[in-house]
């Protein structure tokens, strides 16, 4: 049986769910409403969305509410979220709102929010939950006009980013395959690479909301595999991926071999960690889904890892409120001191590449980083396993093992570690199992296969697709 809750488009900082069902016209409307009550009458909001079919006409109601709310609202246009967070940051902007939804499915749309340049919390989301639903809203008071102005931060964005990076013209063309996966990087990122000098192909660089040629999601190898032909291909090329709305970036090394979150996580804390001086600050925030080895190969480097809750808002608020020089998630986010703790997945494969520029190919230094025994991260739906049973079982599994709970239960053991969580965004339960060794990891998966039935298939498949046994 299907919970409200789980149809549920109000997640703990964001929305998603089906259009138009889930999330519609009318329901952005009351949103835009919402914030701009919640906001003095004039405040500044930039409004964006992705490439998504439903975008344009959610987005077109969120700025009618947003300006009979009083707001003055600058459309920005169909563009990559990470575009969007740059305009409101230099603009000033009172508020950032992004219609998208991310990496899910394209019959999905949904919201990001940034109120005061400060990532939503669930306590702020709520606030605007019930005044949207209360009706008490500056709009339906008659009491404040807004107005709307078209703007496109684009170009000052593509002129910002050449600026950062220009010292990779001159230095000999690197080959890259870029796969914008039909979404909001398709025209941008092209240019960019190529005038900063790289050999440039393209893959899926044409903007589409029905997104044809693959899954949103870049997280996986699986969804990757063109890429991965494309570059196996060529003769020493990279290859990068991008999800719907261009915050998350994937990798594809020099073999055509997908590169984990885990191991681009631990080369960027590596490359920082080695320009910190002493005394200098090395907290860097782990996503409590990323592998243990994460936090281990900081430490090993001096760094002080700090895990936190997973999801975009809590990871960006985490860096942003310890003044850490990155925060590390294990679904393709790299948050950056320099961006003020945001996270843009075009700036994120520039300062990778940077790397491959300065200390050799991806490919070997992949090869120089320790052995991760673990499962990509296994998504089982709630109605096939639900959360609490998941927790029950292991808790009686692993009776003497160390629980961390700061998002769902982390069960660390002598052998290794399981997480099981509850998405914030699907109605789906998140399970992730690691070993200390290879012994460990095959102990580990006989375990939970035996005691978790539920996900027997999952692991299987999650088993083949890593080859860590």
């Not at 990559?80 to 950032?96: E, G, K, N, S």
Request: proline share 6%; net charge negative.
């Amino acid at each position: 049986m299907t919970t409200a809750l789980q149809v549920d488009p109000w997640k703990p900082c964001d929305l998603r769910g089906s259009y138009p069902d889930l999330v519609s016209p009318g329901l952005f409307c009351d949103i835009g409403s919402a914030v701009g009550t919640l906001l003095e009458p004039g405040a500044l909001v930039v409004a964006g969305g992705d490439f998504r079919l439903s975008t344009p006409d959610l987005k077109s109601a969120l700025i009618e509410g947003l300006a009979r709310a009083g707001a003055r609202v600058l459309d920005a246009g169909l563009l990559p979220t990470p575009v969007a967070y740059f305009a409101a940051q230099h603009l000033r902007a009172d508020a950032m709102l992004m219609v998208t939804a991310s990496h899910n499915p394209p019959a999905d749309n949904g919201l990001k929010l940034m109120l005061q340049s400060a990532p939503m919390t669930p306590e702020k989301l709520l606030e605007i939950r019930a005044l949207a639903e209360s009706r008490a809203l500056r709009a339906d008071m008659g009491s404040a006009s807004g107005r709307v102005e078209k703007m496109d931060p684009r170009p000052a964005y593509v002129h910002w980013i050449l600026e950062r990076w220009r010292h990779f013209q001159g230095c000999g063309p690197m080959r890259v395959v870029l796969d914008a996966g039909n979404g909001a990087w398709s025209e941008i990122a092209p240019t960019v690479f190529r005038t900063l000098g790289f050999s440039v192909d393209c893959i899926s660089c044409l903007p589409d909301g029905n997104f044809p040629d693959r899954s949103p999601d870049c997280n996986s190898a699986e969804n990757l595999s063109r890429l991965r032909e494309v570059v196996r291909a060529l003769a020493g090329a990279i290859g990068i991926a991008w999800d719907g709305d261009g915050d998350r970036v994937a990798f594809v090394d020099e073999e055509g071999s997908f590169v984990s979150a885990d191991e681009i996580s631990i080369l960027l804390a590596h490359a920082l960690l080695l320009e910190q001086t002493d005394g200098a600050n090395t907290k860097m925030v782990v996503d409590i889904k990323c592998s243990d080895a994460v936090g281990r190969a900081i430490l090993t480097r001096g760094g002080m890892p700090l895990l936190e809750r997973t999801g975009h808002a809590f990871m960006r608020s985490r860096v942003a409120a310890e003044g850490a020089l990155l925060g590390l998630d294990a679904c393709g986010h790299y948050f950056f001191s320099e961006l003020n703790g945001g996270d843009d997945g075009l700036f994120a494969a520039l300062f990778l590449l940077d790397q491959v520029r300065k200390r050799g190919e991806l490919r070997d230094l992949r090869r120089s980083l320790p052995r991760i025994f673990s499962t990509p991260e296994i998504r089982i739906p709630a109605t096939v396993l639900p959360y609490a049973m998941a927790c029950d079982v292991l808790a009686g599994l692993m009776p003497d093992a160390t629980i961390t709970r700061i998002d769902g239960m982390r069960f660390a053991t002598g052998d290794g570690i399981v997480l099981v969580r509850e998405s914030g965004t699907e109605p789906v339960l998140s399970l992730r199992i690691e070993g200390f060794s290879s012994n460990g990891y095959e102990r580990m998966i006989a375990q939970c296969v035996h005691a978790l039935p539920e996900a027997a298939m999952q692991l299987g498949r999650a088993i083949v697709e890593t080859g860590a046994l």
